[in-house]
């Protein structure tokens, strides 16, 4: 997926193509105003607002505890972003805005979105002494209480599209019955399985920081009899000898260095029966000379900033795979979250 700019009229066509255009403002000056927001939006509640009829700029302005002239702004962008239509001095949210940032919205990012606003958005201030440095903040050693609780909500409702889809997709065995989930919290992925396998059932082992802020959302989905946490350690904990058909290290490669990451798959592999799947779930670094690919890309910036990691390529995943003793079975690309794929290596 890539974020391009789209002319309105021929001229501007002719400009981009002649290189008039000074393209680079619009990452410099248009995209980070675009970014705080949406984020700020989300935080006041101007999409609840809107969507409970309260929908002039003054309404709008009370209801939120803001000021009537930045609201205008605010929503001035908003509707240009394809969030709100206005008419008659009334704004309206849109159906594809709905989906999304309404927080009673089943499929709603607002947790993210608080997140981002509240924990995230001052760590990019210290971007540049990570590209000076290469120190970055490391910062699951660094949360309070009330970040792990925003934390786990940005985890859990950033990966409600994607664990329906892997829920569907994930080639794993049909008769499995065990499976382990490493690092999983919110246990959206191993819940998504479970209700595809009858037999399964599934541990998910996480720290206990995570554990205490993510079993309400796990409670959520009725499983308690199937779906249960283990507090434990990824980088230290035995997983046992062949006691599972499934595990999956979802949104946690990235965290690790490569010498962490070989160590799991070997502690993954003997933990594996024969022709069990071990399952890497991440956004993937693109390789050098590939398609460019934004998300990837970008995300691998940010986790290098904020985990002293970063994304890897499909070679490496493979390689962690090999070198455990699994032989590659397939990879599987998410057709809602561009950029992701699983990573899958089979036990013989």
Avoid at 270 to 287: C, D, H, M, Q, T
Avoid at 333 to 348: D, E, H, N, Q, S
Wanted: hydrophobic share 40%.
């Amino acid at each position: 997926m890539q974020l391009s700019i789209t002319p309105d009229n021929p001229l501007e066509w002719l400009a981009l193509k002649i290189n008039m255009v000074p393209w680079p403002l619009l990452h410099a000056q248009i995209m980070p105003v675009i970014s705080k927001a949406v984020l700020e939006a989300a935080d006041k509640g101007v999409f609840e607002a809107v969507d409970h009829g309260h929908q002039t700029v003054e309404a709008i302005a009370s209801v939120c505890g803001l000021q009537p002239k930045p609201t205008r702004e605010l929503m001035g962008l908003l509707t240009a972003l394809g969030y709100f239509t206005f008419r008659q001095e009334t704004f309206t949210i849109t159906d594809s805005a709905r989906r999304w940032v309404l927080r009673e919205s089943p499929e709603s990012v607002v947790g993210m979105m608080l997140y981002n606003n509240r924990v995230v958005w001052p760590w990019l201030e210290q971007l540049g002494n990570y590209l000076q440095t290469g120190e970055g903040i490391d910062y699951h050693s660094k949360l309070n209480t009330e970040e792990w609780g925003y934390y786990q909500h940005a985890m859990s409702s950033a990966t409600g599209t994607e664990a329906k889809e892997f829920g569907r997709r994930a080639p794993v065995p049909k008769n499995a019955t065990r499976m382990l989930d490493i690092g999983g919290a919110h246990g959206q992925h191993a819940v998504a399985l479970c209700k595809r396998l009858p037999a399964l059932t599934a541990t998910i082992l996480d720290l206990p920081e995570a554990i205490a802020q993510a079993a309400p959302y796990l409670a959520k989905s009725d499983m308690g009899d199937r779906v249960q946490h283990q507090a434990g350690n990824a980088l230290t904990d035995d997983f046992g000898l062949e006691q599972y058909d499934i595990v999956l290290m979802s949104s946690l490669a990235h965290h690790f260095t490569p010498e962490q990451n070989q160590a799991v798959a070997q502690r993954v592999s003997a933990a594996l029966k024969p022709g069990g799947v071990y399952i890497i779930n991440e956004f993937i670094r693109p390789g050098t000379g590939a398609k460019p690919e934004l998300v990837g890309s970008s995300t691998d910036l940010f986790y290098g900033l904020t985990s002293a990691a970063g994304n890897y390529s499909l070679a490496e995943i493979k390689t962690w795979h090999r070198a455990a003793g699994l032989k590659h079975h397939r990879e599987v690309w998410y057709r809602t979250l561009p950029g992701r794929a699983m990573i899958v290596g089979r036990k013989p």
